[in-house]
């Protein structure tokens, strides 16, 4: 059992910069994958990146074409948080935010067991 809860969305200009956090509670949080997804209104939730098991070699990531560059991924095992940096941000971005935790690091929605409950990030042009 993994429980998520995310923080630091907001609105922000176009060109901003933005720093999405997600905090985990339970059991062996550096055995889970854990990924960012997000969901526009009527659009489906998409992958935004992700970051594999922890280990003493570090963890592997992945980003979607969309925010490769922009945004990076990381995490901290010690604090038990997962952390999103959102730069150069666009008005595409705008959505909200889902952390999520799975067994294997993945790309698409159903590969992940726990979620939290979203941030709204909101981008002005």
């Known amino acids: 059992q993994v429980q998520l809860e995310e923080s630091g969305g907001g609105l922000v200009q176009a060109g901003d910069s933005l720093r999405l956090s997600c905090a985990a509670s339970g059991r062996t949080f550096s055995n889970y994958a854990m990924g960012w997804f997000r969901q526009a209104p009527g659009k489906e939730r998409e992958f935004v990146a992700a970051?594999?098991?922890?280990?003493?070699?570090?963890?592997?990531?992945t980003y979607a074409d969309s925010v490769k560059g922009r945004f990076t991924i990381s995490r901290d095992n010690a604090k038990n948080t997962v952390t999103l940096q959102m730069n150069s941000l666009e008005p595409e971005d705008a959505a909200v935010y889902y952390c999520a935790a799975g067994r294997f690091m993945a790309t698409i929605v159903s590969r992940y067991e726990y979620w939290g409950q979203g941030t709204q990030v909101s981008v002005s042009s």
């Open positions: 970051i594999g098991w922890s280990s003493w070699t570090g963890s592997s990531t």
